[in-house]
Structures are given as C-alpha cells and as structure tokens.
C-alpha cells in the first residue's frame, strides 16, 4: 500500500514533489516505475512524467508547475504493493492522487531560462537573462566545508551560471576521492595515483585502465549521490544561479565513461527525473564530447532525444567540445556551447557562430584565469575580462575559471572554494550594463560602426536604435569622434572595465568628440535622448 | 665635351659614381641619355647600368661592384656635346672611359641583403640578416634637426630596417609641407588645410581634388629632392640600416599618385638609376597598393618589371597591402611585406603566409604603439612586443611604428623624431636571441611541440636539430615540464621578453621541469650541449 506525502502548496516554477512508500525488494531502479500526472484545474497545464526510485524503499515524482492557481495528480506503476503499473488492475485501489495549490513565485523566482530573441536568453516570465557563467567542474562533490566556501564565493561574485559535473573527475589536480559515488560499488583504490601516472587511469581515450579495479553495480544508483546534488542545485537556484549539468564527461578513472548503452540509457532517464523540476537546471550532455571516442554521435543523439522526450519542461541543452564543435544546427541544440578553438581567437568569434547556428552562443571556456602549466588554464585577469566585454558586445555570452596554484591545489576550475584571481570583481559591472540593454540582448552593429576600432554593439532588436556599446579592448584611443544625425541628442558613459569606473559625459548632438584615457580596456556606452 | 669625375678607388658593395657635364638645355630628363659599363678585370662582372640628369648639366652613372680589384668603365649616351647616343658617332672622341680599383669591404659592410634560406634573409657575405623594422613615411622629409634627432633615436635602437616614401605623404597628423617636391611646380596652398576637410584633398580614392592648384612638371624632376634621400639613404646604410623605399603611395594631395603611365614610367626610371647602387636599398613598389584604385594590376606588374630589367643588383622586391594582399606568388616579389588585415591576429598569421607564399614573411604594418584615435594606431608596447616575438618564434619578421599624441604632432610613424614607446626597447634582446638561431633563421616547430602553448621556433634548417625557441606571449605557466631524449644534455636560458632578463638555469638531462614566474611575455631557450 502507498502512502503519499506532499505538500499541499507550491509556488509557480518551484518543485512539487510527492513521496511514496513502496517495494525495495530486488532492484527498485530497474524494476519498478512510478510516473505522475500532473494537471492544473484551469486546463492550462497537464504533464506526466516519470518519478524516481530514491533507496529504502522511497519513491518520489517531482513537477514544476507554470501557472497559479488549483492543481490535482495521480500516480502509477509496480513501485508499491497492490500497485503493478496500472492503477486499474490494483488488487486494493489505493489513494494514488491529490491536489494541492500553486502560489505566485517568490521575489527573485523567474521561471526557468529560455532562449529569447533568437540569440539571447529570458526568464520565462519576460526578465532578460545576461549570462555571466562560470566553472567548477566537481565543486559539489568536495567536503561540505569547501562546498559553504563556494556558495560564500558566489554570493561575493556576479555569476548566474556555473557548469558542473554528476560524474567525479579524474585529471591533474582531480586526483582525490570524491565525497561520493553514483552508483553502488567501490572504486580503484587511489593512493597509487600520482600526477606522473595518472594518465594510465584514464578510461576511455584509448588508454586502457588495466589497473583498474572498479566494481560498481551500473544498474544500482547511489541516491545519496544525487541527494546531495539537488541541494547543490536547490541552493543555486535560490542564490539566483542556473545550473549548467554537465551529464557527461571524459575525465574519468571509474568506468563511468564507458558504460554499456543500456546503462546510459538508465542513467540519463535517473538524472532527467530527479533533476527536471529544477526551474534552474540546464543540460549540458558532456564537456569535451570530442574526447570520448567511446561514445559515438548516435550515442548522443540518443540522449538528446531522452532529455527531449522526458524533460517536460525544455530547459535548455547543449553539449560542449574540446577540438571540434558539435553540429549545434541539431534541432534539439538550444544554444551554442562552446570551448575556444584557437589560442588567439575566442570571444572574437562570436560574430560567425552566431551567422553559422543562428543560436545563442555561450562560450562556456575561454580559457581560465590562472598560472598552471597547461596551456588553456594560465591568462591573466586583464585577458579574461576583455574576452568578456569581446563576447557581451558581439551578443554572445562568456563564461570564467580559474586556475590558480595553491599549496593545497584547490583550483576553482574544479574545486570552488575562494575566488583568487581578478576579473571575477569586473563581470558585475558588466552584467550591470548588460542589462541596460534596451529589449533582450545585444548584437554586432549590423552597419560596422567600429568597424575594426574594436566591437561597436547595438541592441538585438534593431527598431530599437540609438543605443551603442562599444568597447575598445587592447586598442588605446585617447580620444574618438562620434556622429550619427545632426538632431538627436545623446548622452555618453566611459566605462574603465578594467578600474571600474563609469563616468557621465554629458548630452552630446551632432559630431561631437569623446576624450578618452588612451589606456587598455575602455568602453563608451551611447543613448539617444527620447524626446 | 665631357669631362668625367670620379674616385680612382670604391669599396666592395660601396657606390662608385662618375659624374659628367653635359648639356643643361631643353629637358635633359628626358631628351638625353647617359649609360654606363662597368666591368672587372677578372671578368667576374659586367654590368652596363643608365645613369640620370642631377640637375645645372651633372650627369651621374652610379654603380655597386661585387668584386674586389681592378675595373674599367666606358659611358655611352647623347649626354654631352660631341656625344649622341653612339660614341662612335662622335665628331670628336672623348675620353668617355677611364678605370678604377675595388678594395675590401669596409667594417659592417655586408653587402646587400637577399633572400637565403627560402624565408630568411641574409647579407651577399653570408652573415644572416634578422630584420628588425620600423616605418617612419616621411623622416627624410622633415626639417634637418628633426632628421638628426632621427637619426639619434635610430642610434639608440635596435632597428636594422626604415621603411619611408619617396613621394611626400598627406594624412592626419601629416598636413605640412615636406622640405622639397620630386618635381619643378608649386603645389596646393594648403593653408587651407584642416583636420576635419584633408580628406577633400586626397587624390586617388574616388575623391577628386577639385580645390587642387597643383602645378607640376611631371617630366621635370628636381634633383635636390633625390638628393637629399640620398644622403638619408648613405647615412642609413653607414648605421647598418636597410632603406625600404616605398616608391608609391596613395596618401597624396599633390596628385603624384594620379601621374600618366609614361610619367610613373619616367618616375620608376629615374629613381632605380638614382638609388639601386646603394647596397642598403630595397624596393616597396607601394604603401597600401590596394587604396590607389586610379592604378591596376597591370601598372604594379609593369613597375615590377622596370625594376627586374634596371636594377642590376636584385634588391629586395615587395609591394605592401591595406585590405587584400598583393599576390606575392608573382615571381619578382622576392618577399611578403603584410600589413595586417586582423583585428586580432597579426603575426600569428606567419606559419599559413609561409605556406601559401614560401618566401620571407615581413610584417611590416601590425599596428602600430601609441595611443591615436585610429584603430591601427593605439596598441600598447606590451603588445607590439608580444607580436614581435610571435613573429620571430614562427620564422617570419616584424615591423615597428609608434603613434604617440603630442603637442607637436611629431609622430614616429610619419615624422621620426624622438621615440615615446616601450617597445622598441625590448627589440635588442630580441635580435640578439635571433642571431643564435644555428643556421639561418628560425621556423614553428613541425611537430607542433608547443602546441597550443604558444609558439616553439627550431632551425629552419632541421638538420640543426637540438635547439628550441619557446614563446608563451599572453600565457603564465608556472612551471614547464621538457623532455626531448634520455641521453643528451640540454641548457637552459629563460627570457623575460618584457623586463630584458636571461636567466640561466643550467644543464638539464632526460625530464625535466622549469620553473616560470607565472608572468605574461616569458620565453624558454632551450640548446642540446654538442658533445
């Protein structure tokens, strides 16, 4: 017999969730369903989705609901007693429905994140979202001491994105153990790594693991795995941050790279049912799919296709390269996520992709802030931040790491903790003249206005006119000259961005001039006056 | 009658000039010939050469002999009373021939520069030539003291290479007038002249000159002018300076770049028989040939081959672009002289130049160090630096120029004058770190060692194995681990590029791990101890 506990109240874009008691016999994961239908009594909303076996014999289903007002479910399936997957066929009908209500959301709660305007992001309910990413691939996974480090972090910080991994990691500097494991089993013992051999652990990338001696049962998840990553994610959301899942990834001494399909299947089907009903949830499929020569596209069609198929809610997806970007024009690809190419290009090219997918573009690595040996993890501030206001001013969204020695090698590309490097301080002034951006989003001024005097950028919308972003990166003009009709007036902004200064020039009209301080890293930001 | 003047003696690659009277009446630019065969007594050389009209009834023939020892010379041409183009013919025969001796080369005479190597250059002499350039348009045609404060900046630098016009320039920052014009005629009052209408003034271009009042004749040329550039060139040539004459240029309000094809053709005529004796000489056929619209790919390849067919001595051969490269395939280019057409990449461009073109790579325009409104002009000397040693670490050459504001609008670029940059100071080490290249020059690593790290130069000449070259520009390794064999024994240098230190850092064998400061701008030398 189940017994369902709930709340009888959620806000709108919040979690619902209803627990069951049911059968821990056998293998729950693999044997049992649960799925609930959720439906609003105004008829604007009606979604079944699949629920979640979460050990000793607890079962939950999760929905977001998208509108206020009266909701009611039912729930199905063989996940208790006198249940077998057809509530008509119970031997004894069980109370397997309820109702309750959804409130308005509360302050800071948008909804989730949706493309807008072609190549830009909103909040459901219209707020424009200005990405401001950020990545710490195993943040979540460290000691609950770190892990209050990192939320200290990035409640200091301006980021609303942070890219992170369900999988532990396996690289240099990702030697350690992570504070759990997936699925049921145990590991390779690691204390024979060193950052000599630790390429030889490496699964997948054709180097065999012949030391391995992993043994986990691929069919048994460990909730308390994922238990914890939904508070990681919960806790996010209400600090206002997305939580970019990276679902899959190469860096991996546990097998967990190089399960059967069968396997995948069940793990992406476990992620999309626990994690779905986050509003702030995105799917990444991997990071660096192109270094996982044992997975094939199939292989990621296929799980694309289980997140378009199970995620009732469209949040957005995409999957992230090493070399070689994926084909980002596959229907189910929301935006652009894109890892550098070139060592001399990155937020440069926004212009192109934007053309090539007609996406938004996330440049989720631009290489990181930092001082280590490998070649995409040691620019300075400086260089991070003026590929920063390179990407905002071409209507592309950039993203932060660091990577910065420290005597205990916490590196918050992979572990947060403190924040060590500088541009981190700059994005929120950014991100402040991001969202001056008059309608949703910024693109490259279609007339070239700039032309190669930097990036000039102008809104999105183009009937909305009269409003010029443009930033000067390494070039040093002490001075530039402005003109654009001779009636307008417009008022002007120098922003220092890397000192942080934004300073009022007055109401300008005609060609008029700009002084400028011929230093590194400034930007102009021009209004039309509205009569 | 004529009477012949010249020194009994010359130097190896030194200018030996005979000069004669001949008639001064009519237009001896073009109504009277002189000509000139100069031959070895060992019968190494013979070069029959046009000499030119220097004004008040001179004729000179100048010639740059390649051998030590005794020559003869015997003139021809209707320069002289009593002359007419066929000594034969002459009523009375002169003494139109006489001999002279050829002694060793001076110190620091190399001879002139050629091409060696397939992408490198080097002195007749065998010494390999680094270039090191700089671009000041029109230096020789300032006042006297500004060319002698000129001349003291380029004393103090590194600087092995000047490119400059021979025609005056008329820009922004460039509205005087230059000390003399190549013509007899009196140009434009241009006191009219203002920052905001010189582009009504600009010839070429589609903007007609309609205010011009240019009086010019074109088939008069006033010798001073050329005689002066003369002095400037021998002064350079003494300093151990290549002259890069630019020939052409489209920065003109005297209409010197809108000229007939018989007048350019007098124009090209005069100024090979003028200038191709100087060892130091190479020939830009134009600055920005693809801003010049009034001329076609036809009159560049017909200059081209009046310098092919005049010039006996093969000075280096080049024409330089604004957008599009010339297409320097063509035979007669001897060498790529690429302004950039990147915002962003420059000299990283050298390794595919190298490819398309395989001849030298001189990056003669990567923007230049200053702080001017224009986009080209305005990048710091930690850049200019940066793309110095990014185009040195991938086997090509890189040119300087600095446009500093002023309160007298003195700017390198145009002008010379003082140096205000950083840049050029850090261009001595640079040379001398090139001079250690084994062989004759540098290339980018074929086995890629660097990677995305950078950039990592070996010997052109892969024979010369053992020696690496390692530049980080922009990236801030903390440490770099090498490992090239187990058996020889490698040393050690670290090159902070920006604050001019070497360190030594000893003899390595096998793996091994070197220390860096975490800084932008370090480079690694690394050479195999010859046993």
New interface residues.
């Given amino acids: 017999m189940a017994v369902l506990t709930y709340d009888r109240q959620a806000e709108k874009w919040g979690v619902f969730e209803v627990t069951a008691q049911g059968v821990s016999e056998g293998n729950p994961f693999t044997e049992r369903t649960i799925r609930g239908t959720f439906a609003s009594a105004d008829g604007n909303e009606r979604i079944t989705t699949d629920g979640f076996y979460d050990g000793d014999g607890v079962y939950k289903v999760r929905f977001m609901p998208s509108f206020e007002g009266e909701y009611t479910f039912s729930l199905e399936g063989n996940f208790a007693e006198g249940t077998d997957g057809s509530a008509s066929d119970s031997t004894v009908p069980q109370p397997l429905s309820g109702s309750f209500t959804v409130i308005a959301p509360s302050e800071g709660n948008h909804g989730p994140v949706r493309v807008a305007n072609t190549y830009h992001f909103a909040y459901e309910d219209g707020t424009p979202y200005y990405s401001i990413g950020t990545t710490c691939y195993v943040w979540e996974l460290q000691s609950d001491e770190r892990i209050e480090e990192t939320f200290e972090s990035l409640k200091k910080s301006a980021f609303n994105k942070i890219r992170f991994c369900i999988f532990p990691k396996h690289y240099d500097y990702n030697l350690g153990e992570p504070r759990s494991y997936p699925y049921e089993g145990t590991p390779t013992d690691s204390s024979v790594l060193t950052k000599e051999n630790f390429m030889e652990y490496w699964t997948g990338m054709g180097k065999k693991d012949s030391k391995s001696v992993n043994h986990w049962d691929f069919e048994r998840f460990n909730p308390a795995h994922f238990r914890h990553i939904e508070t990681c994610i919960a806790r996010l959301r209400d600090c206002g941050i997305e939580a970019d899942l990276i679902v899959m990834h190469p860096y991996d001494r546990w097998g967990f790279s190089e399960m059967t399909k069968g396997q995948d299947d069940l793990y992406w089907n476990y992620v999309v049912r626990r994690f779905a009903a986050y509003r702030n949830v995105w799917w990444s499929l991997a990071n660096e799919y192109d270094l996982m020569p044992q997975k094939s596209i199939a292989d990621w069609e296929r799980y694309a296709r289980i997140l378009c198929e199970k995620d009732p809610y469209r949040h957005p997806r995409s999957i992230h390269n090493c070399f070689a970007l994926y084909d980002h024009t596959r229907p189910w690809v929301t935006h652009c996520s894109i890892q550098r190419t070139d ?3 990155s937020s ?1 090219l926004a212009d192109e992709l934007r053309i090539r997918y007609g996406k938004p573009v996330v440049f989720d690595e631009i290489m990181y802030e ?7 993890g ?3 501030g400086e ?1 991070m931040t003026r590929r920063f206001w390179e990407a905002a001013c071409r209507g592309a969204y950039p993203g932060h790491g660091e990577t910065y ?1 420290n005597p205990e090698e916490v590196l918050w590309w992979s572990h947060g903790g403190v924040l060590r490097g500088e541009s981190w301080k700059r994005f929120a002034l950014l991100h402040e003249i991001m969202c001056e951006t008059p309608g949703v989003g910024l693109r490259p001024n279609p007339e070239g206005r700039g ?4 990036v000039c950028a102008v809104p999105e919308d183009l009937t909305r006119s009269g409003y010029y972003l443009i930033y000067y990166g ?8 402005f003109y654009f009709d001779d009636e307008s007036e417009y008022t002007v902004r120098v922003i220092d961005t890397w000192n942080m200064t934004v300073e009022e020039r007055g109401t300008f009209r005609g060609k008029f001039r700009i002084e400028l301080p ?1 230093t ?1 890293f400034m930007a102009v930001q021009i209004r039309r006056v509205e009569k």
């Fill in positions: 060592l001399y290009k440069e930092g001082n280590i040996q490998h070649s995409w040691n620019i300075s260089e020695l032309g190669f005097d930097g390494r070039q040093r003009p002490s001075f530039r000259d011929g590194e």
